[in-house]
């Protein structure tokens, strides 16, 4: 089992900065994806951006250039660093991992299914 809690989630305003931090509780960092995805009220889940434990990332075109994924393996905590925020950006922010020690891809995984250990999540919210 992996425990994922995301923190940092807030008001902030448009053209601001946030970062959002995941920590993780397993001890096997190895041969994973994780991923942030987020979520507003009535829509479905959609991903932001993930991390593949060689450190290959990938991040959804609405958000590229603006927000970057890391992974800090001594503190074994995620984080997603959001610059240049938007209105639009706002939403639950869910932090998500594949089963640790088994993923197999070179490249981090973009789909929901994927992922089979999520956080409660952080609220951001972006305001002009």
């Known amino acids: 089992q992996v425990r994922l809690v995301e923190s940092g989630g807030g008001s902030v305003q448009a053209g601001g900065s946030l970062t959002l931090s995941c920590a993780v509780s397993?001890?096997?960092?190895?041969?994973?994806?994780m991923a942030w995805f987020r979520q507003t009220p009535g829509q479905q889940r959609t991903w932001v951006a993930c991390f593949e434990s060689m450190g290959s990332t990938r991040y959804t075109e609405l958000i590229q250039g603006r927000f970057t994924i890391s992974f800090d393996k001594a503190k074994r905590t995620l984080y997603l660093h959001m610059l240049t925020v938007k209105p639009e950006d706002t939403a639950m922010y869910y932090c998500?991992?594949?089963?640790?020690?088994?993923?197999?891809?070179?490249?981090?995984?973009?789909?929901?299914?994927?992922?089979?250990?999520w956080g409660p999540g952080t609220q951001v919210t972006v305001s002009t």
């Open positions: 998500a991992s594949t089963w640790p020690g088994m993923y197999d891809r070179d490249t981090c995984s973009v789909d929901r299914l994927d992922y089979k250990f």
């Open positions: 397993t001890l096997d960092l190895n041969a994973f994806s």
